[in-house]
């Protein structure tokens, strides 16, 4: 069965997120202590990575033989997982050459997430929060839809294990990585 839409498109009459405070709080948070699952094999605590981390969250990645849930391109900030991820793999390279990795980060399986990041041939590890372990220390938003509860869409910046930046919502989420990497050149730590 092939999807029928363009998952790597986004349509022009999506709604827009709003800012409603949840994200208000993460500024200046340390990263919690949690092993998240990886792409690359093993676990990853994002609170040991030394240096500047870019975590982009998001709900979910499509596939092209599904479609998505019913009514996903009604909520707003839900389309546009694979637009995103294949923005910051386009964008990698500038990014780590600002000193920072890139992680993924959604509420999916491991299983799940490889097959994307074989798919789109992502350089990066995408982490696992199937447990919502990281999303619940850190209070992050979520939605529920289709009886999986996801992660709303949001990036964080964190540097030696403290969030120094956070966007939220993300919107158009294929422009996030040129955010990122805009405030990645303007707040370059020596």
């Not at 994200?23 to 990575?49: K, M, R």
């Not at 789109?120 to 447990?131: R, T």
Request: glycine share 8%.
């Amino acid at each position: 069965m092939a999807r029928s839409d363009d998952l790597h498109t986004l349509p022009d009459d999506l709604p827009v997120p709003v800012d409603d405070g949840r994200c208000d709080h993460l500024t200046g948070t340390g990263l919690p202590a949690v092993a998240l699952a990886s792409t690359g094999g093993g676990t990853v605590d994002l609170s040991t990575v030394r240096g500047t981390v870019v975590v982009y969250c998001y709900p979910c990645t499509g596939r092209p033989d599904r479609d998505p849930p019913e009514g996903w391109n009604d909520i707003p900030g839900a389309r546009g997982c694979t637009p995103q991820t294949c923005s910051f793999r386009d964008h990698h390279r500038e990014i780590t050459d600002l000193g920072a990795r890139v992680y993924g980060l959604s509420a999916q399986t491991t299983e799940y997430q490889r097959e994307m990041v074989e798919r789109l041939h992502v350089p990066f590890e995408v982490l696992s929060d199937a447990g919502l372990a990281f999303a619940k220390a850190l209070a992050l938003p979520t939605f529920t839809v289709a009886g999986m509860t996801l992660i709303k869409r949001l990036t964080l910046i964190a540097t030696a294990g403290t969030i120094d930046k956070v966007f939220y919502p993300v919107f158009p989420p294929d422009r996030n990585a040129g955010e990122v990497i805009a405030w990645l050149s303007e707040n370059r730590r020596a």
